[in-house]
């Protein structure tokens, strides 16, 4: 091990000990302790949200090392608690009592470790925190493209930042930063989020609609100001009639031969939700939200 490596793990090893790790089921280090070592790093937006959220803590002096490597422990005790996972699962590698242990066992539940070695201090690296990720969002996103390694997959995605000019777009063998960490769990905390509103307003959309004699009938939420909510009919001579937020309609059946349900974040224009009827006059619905990557015979 070479003296960078060395120093990084000794002093994970005592961010550890001191209980920086801070996972969801020990006490942690309040959200409103003042930033110090990271007030003027790039990754500061990102820590302070994460602290807010609740799946990243400081040191009882509100620091974070953000220039330090991420730990295996620290970044699942992240993703369990972005995840707010619940069910557990044994992890007899682990000691009773161990800080980590707790957010492993649901890590191990959830399938987050699968193809995973148990090692909390181990130091991470691009390819190991991407293929993490993968794991715990394989639920929410489905399967990454085949054809690139998580690391790719991850930056191709936009979570992740590219190696620096002059070396592979894609370096796999590059360590995290706990700031760099941060950036990425924001990133799965907000599409947590938004995929969970655009759920919320897909039910609400799917009680409003009614078909009575012969006419589909309903109306698009209001939502707010942060998505854009489309429902697009098709018709049978391929023509396309929309409707956007907080507005209503009455749609003739005989001339409709599907329509759609559309949540667009407006901020980055990624998908919050889309849903298909394409069983008219039947008001079943398919879940079509854009995945990671789509296979065929995927939805």
Do not use: C
Not at 177 to 189: F, K, N, Q, S, V
Not at 214 to 228: E, L
Not at 231 to 241: D, G, I, M, P, Y
Not at 274 to 299: A, D, H, M, Q, V
């Amino acid at each position: 091990m070479n003296k960078r490596a060395m120093k990084s793990y000794l002093l994970a090893a005592v961010l550890a000990v001191a209980g920086l790790t801070g996972v969801a089921d020990s006490q942690t280090v309040q959200a409103t302790a003042s930033a110090k070592d990271y007030a003027s790093h790039t990754a500061k937006a990102a820590i302070d949200f994460g602290v807010q959220k609740n799946y990243l803590w400081l040191d009882s002096k509100g620091n974070f090392y953000p220039n330090s490597q991420i730990t295996q422990g620290q970044f699942i005790a992240s993703l369990v608690a972005i995840r707010g996972l619940k069910e557990v699962a044994p992890v007899p590698e682990l000691p009773a009592g161990h800080w980590a242990k707790g957010s492993y066992e649901k890590a191990r539940k959830a399938g987050i470790l699968a193809g995973v070695k148990v090692e909390p201090n181990r130091l991470l690296t691009k390819e190991e925190t991407a293929a993490l990720v993968y794991a715990a969002w394989k639920p929410i996103r489905g399967e990454k493209n085949p054809n690139l390694t998580n690391t790719g997959a991850l930056i191709t995605w936009g979570w992740m930042k590219p190696a620096p000019s002059g070396q592979p777009k894609f370096r796999e063998d590059l360590p995290v930063t706990r700031g760099e960490a941060a950036e990425i769990l924001r990133y799965l905390w907000k599409d947590k989020w938004q995929l969970e509103q655009g759920a919320k307003f897909a039910d609400e959309f799917h009680k409003s609609l009614k078909v009575v004699n012969g006419k589909i009938s309903g109306k698009v939420p209001k939502g707010d100001s942060d998505f854009m909510i489309l429902v697009q009919f098709f018709t049978k001579q391929n023509e396309l009639e929309g409707f956007i937020n907080n507005q209503s309609f009455n749609i003739p059946l005989n001339n409709t031969s599907s329509f759609s349900f559309n949540v667009i974040n407006n901020n980055d224009s990624t998908d919050a939700g889309i849903y298909l009827y394409t069983k008219l006059p039947s008001l079943e619905k398919t879940n079509n939200t854009r995945k990671f990557y789509k296979t065929k015979g995927t939805k």
